[in-house]
């Protein structure tokens, strides 16, 4: 084998190993969207002050936790499925809104409009005392 072949067949192992990686980086669950979800978060905790007031919201591990304005809890997954930009909540409706491309999502993370052709992943929350439980 001479250079020239070493070289091409070097590349297309390369472009091969590429593909699978960047394949592999794209799964649900690499979306917020897996089923390994799993964690609580103290609500008092300054990281997660937000969530003290209605209508607040954080970002933890790739979803978007809110609290209502009648006190519940949401949890989605936070990046949009059309290009993977951050959603927000918006209080005055439960919506969750890609301020990007304006794709708009219900409390439970079904697609309203936009050009997002799917909805994002809804977990459900469990708050006891200060604890709020957020799982698949």
Known sequence: MDRKEFLAQLGIG?????AITCLQACTKSSMGGGSSVDFTIDITSSQFS????????VVYQGIIIAKTTSGS??????RCPHEGVTVGFSSSNNQFICNAHNS???STGSRISGPANTGLTQYKTS???NSLRVYA
């Open 14 to 18: 390369s472009a091969a190993a590429m």
């Open 50 to 57: 937000a969530l003290k007031n209605a209508g607040g919201s």
């Open 73 to 78: 809890y949401l949890a989605v997954s936070s």
């Open 104 to 106: 708009v999502f219900s």
């Open 127 to 129: 708050l006891t005392g």
